[in-house]
Nanobody, 123 residues
Framework: QAQLVESGGGLVQAGGSLRLSCTTS????????IEWYRQAPGKERELVAG???????NYADSVKGRFTISRDNAKRSVYLQMNSVKTEDTAVYYC?????????????????WGQGTQVTVSS
């Protein structure tokens, strides 16, 4: 029943900005870390950014200083603010909820991927 839905992708000029959204349902959002990945044609899917349940963030070196990940627990959503975009940022962007484990170390909530949203940066 878990579902992650990305939105906000589109065409943007190099140097411009986009804000991606990931809305979730069917997961216990407050105990779930959320990650943004991207995959360009012919390339491996790569981790772009992550945010923990308590708001700690991490970024790939390629986007650090340009992208910002955040979460809104009330809306059960995660966002990726993309500033100063480059042509190499062109990819399908996916949000992912990693597995959640209970206090016994057993998986209580499995991994879930969104459907992806296309970001195309033109020069």
């Amino acid at each position: 029943q878990a579902q992650l839905v990305e939105s906000g992708g589109g065409l943007v000029q190099a140097g411009g900005s986009l804000r991606l959204s990931c809305t979730t349902s069917g997961i216990i959002f407050s105990i779930t870390n959320i990650e943004w990945y991207r995959q360009a044609p012919g390339k491996e899917r790569e981790l772009v950014a992550g945010v923990t349940t308590d708001g700690r963030t991490n970024y790939a070196d390629s986007v650090k200083g340009r992208f910002t990940i955040s979460r809104d627990n009330a809306k059960r959503s995660v966002y990726l603010q993309m500033n100063s975009v480059k042509t190499e940022d062109t990819a399908v962007y996916y949000c992912r909820a990693p597995p959640v484990y209970n206090t016994r170390g057993l998986e209580e909530q499995g991994s879930k991927w969104g459907q992806g949203t296309q970001v195309t940066v033109s020069s």
